[in-house]
């Protein structure tokens, strides 16, 4: 009886067919990352504060080719000023909004360690770079930033005070996200994804992810 | 009755805040004097400005008047009280309350994070267009990929890194 409780549950999770993602934000203090999720959500979505890890979360739904997905979107809650992220962070993650202050080079410089910190734990997964603020100066979207070029990330110009590009970033990395996932390259995703087909709970899929970062 | 605040300035003896505005309902022009009380050097600038901003006589004009331009006339009325002459207390009052483009914030302490994010939420507000605005829309695309020509940020020259600082 036990086996067929958990076979219906497997069933119902396949019928309601709803995938989940998770996405991160990444880049320097006060180049802008809170504002840009504040606009691309506009109010209607209340943050699920989860103070024990620093971090805010967001939860978006929305569909894709038919598909439901659910999204968390994660943003910091200060802990970018030690110019690091906890591991926990980046774990599982299928996309990365990296962002930069365009009228702030230093933001720009430290792109370095965030993307270097980024790759380390999440070798694959698609990047998205965001210049910021360009409301303030237009004249950036004349320049070029070598930085995207370099490590080919998508880059785009954006506002979070006038809204520019805003939800164009935010959907194209809900977009790579559900790509990388279907088609995942990172080893231990690719374990992920075998159990996530045989209807495992979500803590055998961490289990199984601790065993193998060992 | 509703105003609209024009301009806000300061007179340093005795210390006051000066809020020319119209009286909608009259057309009338008008200026209010606010004289900061008990204003010293060592006064706390944005507990003094609060007040200000809290005081029952003052809100209706105040409410239109950002904390951080109340925060920065007092600075210069501050810095005169300290010696500075007029023209040095405006541009200390100028650069204390703008934040240096080459500071790497990730550096400071969470105090100084959030004056340096309440400065920067004054260029924020100004640009901000938001639900309700007439000109407010979800999602506005601009590919910048074809405007012209480009040139070098300059963000990359890495020879230059040594000379910044
Ligand atoms: N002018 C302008 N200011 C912005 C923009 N985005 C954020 N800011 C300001 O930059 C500061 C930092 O923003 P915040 O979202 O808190 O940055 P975070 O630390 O990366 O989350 C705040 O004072 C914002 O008002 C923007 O697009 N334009
Ligand atoms: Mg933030």
Redesign the pocket.
């Known amino acids: 009886l036990k086996y067929q409780d958990e076979m219906s549950s497997v069933i119902k999770n396949k019928s309601e067919d709803v995938e989940k993602l998770k996405i991160i934000c990444l880049?320097?203090?006060?180049?802008?990352?809170?504002?840009?999720v504040?606009r691309f959500l506009v109010d209607g979505y209340k943050p699920q504060q989860q103070s024990t890890y620093a971090l805010t979360l967001f939860n978006y739904e929305t569909k894709l080719n038919g598909k439901k997905i659910s999204v968390d979107f994660w943003?910091?809650a200060g802990q970018?000023r030690f110019s690091s992220m906890h591991p926990s962070y980046y774990h599982q993650a299928q996309a990365c909004i990296l962002?930069f202050?365009a009228t702030r080079k230093v933001t720009y410089k430290n792109l370095n360690n965030w993307y270097k910190e980024l790759r380390q734990y999440r070798p694959n997964i698609p990047c998205l770079l965001v210049a910021?603020?360009?409301?303030?100066d237009l004249g950036v979207t004349k320049r070029t930033f070598a930085f995207g070029t370099k490590h080919n990330l998508p880059q785009y110009f954006?506002?979070?005070?006038?809204g520019t590009n805003v939800v164009k970033v935010f959907r194209d990395a809900i977009k790579a996200a559900l790509s990388y996932k279907q088609n995942p390259t990172d080893f231990v995703d690719q374990v992920l994804q075998e159990l996530e087909h045989l209807g495992n709970t979500e803590e055998d899929l961490i289990h199984i992810t601790c065993k193998t970062e060992e | 009755v509703m105003y609209k605040v024009k301009k806000c300035g300061l007179k340093l003896k005795p210390p006051s805040l000066i809020v020319e505005y119209e009286d909608l309902s009259s057309h009338k022009q008008r200026c209010r004097t606010m004289p900061i009380r008990n204003f010293k050097k060592t006064s706390n600038i944005s507990r003094a400005a609060e007040e200000l901003k809290k005081n029952p006589r003052h809100q209706m004009l105040l409410k239109d008047v950002s904390q951080l331009q109340v925060e920065k006339m007092l600075l210069i009325i501050q810095e005169t009280l300290k010696g500075a002459s007029l023209d040095d207390a405006i541009s200390n009052a100028q650069s204390a309350l703008t934040v240096d483009p080459n500071l790497d914030l990730n550096k400071l302490d969470e105090s100084k994070v959030e004056q340096a994010?309440?400065?920067?939420?004054e260029?924020?507000?100004q640009?901000q267009l938001k639900p309700g605005d007439e000109d407010f829309q979800y999602d506005v695309e601009v590919d910048f990929d074809n405007v012209g020509p480009v040139e070098s940020s300059g963000w990359d020259d890495d020879n230059s890194e040594d000379n910044e600082f």
């Open positions: 880049g320097d203090s006060a180049v802008g990352k809170s504002k840009l504040e943003d910091t970018e962002v202050d910021n603020k360009i409301d303030v954006v506002s979070a005070a006038n | 994010k309440r400065i920067m939420d260029g924020f507000e640009n």
